[in-house]
């Protein structure tokens, strides 16, 4: 059994190759800042790309949220993250928050954000920075950014943006309003949305499924996905050549057809 590591904040569980990370500062409705949960993201990321026994991450918040984000009482008394002069906040930010996406962007299995509640600002962010997202219908989304005088510090814009285009994401940032699963969902936010007590047998489900496929290649696969974003199609085929050239040489490519070649044998 893979040795799990020592979170504060946040709960973290493995099985059958699924592993859940559930924020655990409902206190705080889950927010970002003014807790460890950077840290426990962070260390989370950091130990799934080193344990082989993990093929799927799945996030959620404990309690009714998903994530507040940022933690607003902070940002009332210039505190914590968000103390000091414009070039020491900058740092906070750089050491803080952007940790994060820097973390999520790296992970090398699929991640899916079981997202059971509101996701504001930050929280929404982090959702978005996920693979695929799973709603439950209590849910809510916002990047509230502006509604407070700030601008989404933690890559937001970056990554909304990719997901459901420009001119959605520009609209979205812009306005600071809040929608819910449904109009999430319409937008392409969110994958699917089910009621609040199926969300992580829903999750769970789709996590068991791709946890099932050969671990090597799913990690390769969502490594492709990532980097077919940013790569010219001669490049990324030369790529792909590599890559597949690494699976065809791994015994869990030998099962898999000859698992199928047994399966076309019975019918």
Not at 66 to 91: K, Y
Not at 121 to 145: P, V
Not at 171 to 181: I, K, P, Q, S, W
Request: a negative charge.
């Amino acid at each position: 059994m893979a040795n799990l590591p020592q979170l504060s904040d946040a709960l973290l569980t493995l099985e059958d190759r699924v592993a859940v990370l559930t924020l655990n500062r409902h206190d705080l409705r889950n927010a970002l800042t003014g807790s460890n949960l950077i840290d426990d993201l962070v260390a989370t990321a950091d130990w799934v790309n080193h344990c082989d026994d993990v093929s799927v991450l799945v996030i959620t918040g404990a309690g009714s949220a998903f994530s507040a984000g940022g933690n607003i009482r902070d940002m009332a008394d210039r505190s914590g993250d968000f103390a000091g002069d414009p070039a020491e906040c900058a740092e906070r930010y750089r050491k803080g928050i952007q940790r994060i996406p820097l973390a999520m962007q790296a992970i090398e299995v699929p991640v899916i954000a079981a997202v059971n509640g509101p996701a504001i600002g930050a929280g929404f962010d982090l959702a978005n920075m996920a693979d695929i997202r799973i709603a439950a219908d209590t849910a809510k989304f916002g990047e509230t950014f502006l509604n407070l005088g700030i601008i989404p510090g933690d890559g937001g814009a970056w990554f909304m943006q990719r997901l459901i285009g420009y001119q959605r994401a520009f609209e979205l940032t812009l306005t600071g309003r809040v929608v819910d699963a449904a109009e999430a969902k319409d937008l392409g936010i969110v994958m699917d949305m089910v009621p609040a007590d199926e969300l992580m047998p829903k999750a769970l489900a789709m996590a068991t499924k791709m946890a099932s496929q050969p671990p090597k290649a799913t990690r390769l696969t969502k490594r492709l996905m990532k980097m077919a974003q940013r790569m010219e199609l001669k490049d990324f085929l030369d790529l792909c050549a590599c890559f597949q050239g690494m699976s065809h040489n791994e015994p869990e490519h030998l099962e898999a057809v000859q698992k199928m070649l047994a399966s076309m044998a019975r019918k």
